[in-house]
């Protein structure tokens, strides 16, 4: 949250008299910066490696000073990598009525959502291990559950055919991740 506040103080058009904005709804946190994108930038160029174009060059010289930027250019970067490894969904990069719009989502995977898929208390426990640990193997679960290899996979292929969880690796490596998207 914190990156996003500072991407937007240092990017703002001070020109134009909105407010930098914090909204706040029950399944995201969106930030609106009144401001633009560099020529010839989009969104998609805010999700790979690009250079540093602060609007405000004297205010990202200050916030460098303070310590709230340490690299230039590695902001939006920053904050994906983030979301990924707290298991939110990637964030929104947007472009909406002379504003840049971050939109940081919580986990679709909430206790509604969960409850609307018809899961069991099982499955819901499977997915709660899976957002701590953030991975699991087969035989974790067997473990855990005192159950045979043929039980775990019943569940699992369940949980994969409802697209909550990939498979990743093969054979013996093969374990199990969240799916957020």
Same mark, same amino acid.
């Given at each position: 949250?914190?990156?996003?506040?500072?991407?937007?103080?240092?990017?703002?058009?001070?020109?134009?008299?909105?407010?930098?904005?914090?909204?706040?709804f029950?399944?995201?946190?969106?930030?609106?910066?009144?401001?633009?994108?560099?020529?010839?930038?989009?969104?998609?160029?805010?999700?790979?490696?690009?250079?540093?174009?602060?609007?405000?060059?004297?205010?990202?010289?200050?916030?460098?000073?303070?310590?709230?930027?340490?690299?230039?250019?590695?902001?939006?970067?920053?904050?994906?990598?983030?979301c990924?490894?707290?298991?939110?969904?990637?964030?929104?990069?947007?472009?909406?009525?002379?504003?840049?719009?971050?939109?940081?989502?919580? $986990?679709?995977?909430?206790?509604?959502?969960?409850?609307?898929?018809?899961? $069991?208390?099982?499955?819901?426990?499977?997915?709660?291990?899976?957002?701590?640990?953030?991975?699991?193997?087969?035989?974790?679960?067997?473990?855990r559950?005192?159950?045979?290899?043929?039980?775990?996979?019943?569940?699992?292929?369940?949980?994969?055919?409802?697209?909550?969880?990939?498979?990743?690796?093969?054979?013996?490596?093969?374990?199990?991740?969240?799916?957020?998207?």
């Amino acid at each position: 949250m914190r990156e996003a506040i500072v991407n937007a103080i240092v990017h703002r058009d001070y020109r134009v008299p909105s407010k930098i904005q914090v909204r706040i709804f029950d399944d995201r946190i969106e930030i609106w910066n009144p401001g633009r994108l560099p020529e010839g930038w989009n969104t998609e160029t805010l999700k790979k490696e690009h250079t540093s174009e602060p609007f405000n060059p004297l205010i990202a010289r200050i916030f460098f000073w303070i310590g709230y930027m340490e690299e230039v250019g590695t902001d939006t970067s920053k904050i994906i990598n983030w979301c990924k490894d707290w298991g939110l969904p990637e964030p929104e990069f947007e472009v909406k009525s002379n504003n840049i719009v971050v939109v940081i989502r919580k $986990s679709k995977l909430t206790p509604e959502y969960l409850d609307a898929l018809g899961l $069991s208390e099982r499955d819901k426990e499977i997915i709660q291990v899976l957002k701590e640990e953030k991975k699991i193997t087969s035989s974790y679960l067997q473990r855990r559950y005192g159950v045979s290899r043929d039980t775990v996979n019943r569940w699992l292929n369940n949980l994969l055919d409802l697209g909550l969880i990939k498979r990743k690796g093969k054979g013996k490596g093969t374990y199990y991740i969240l799916k957020e998207r």
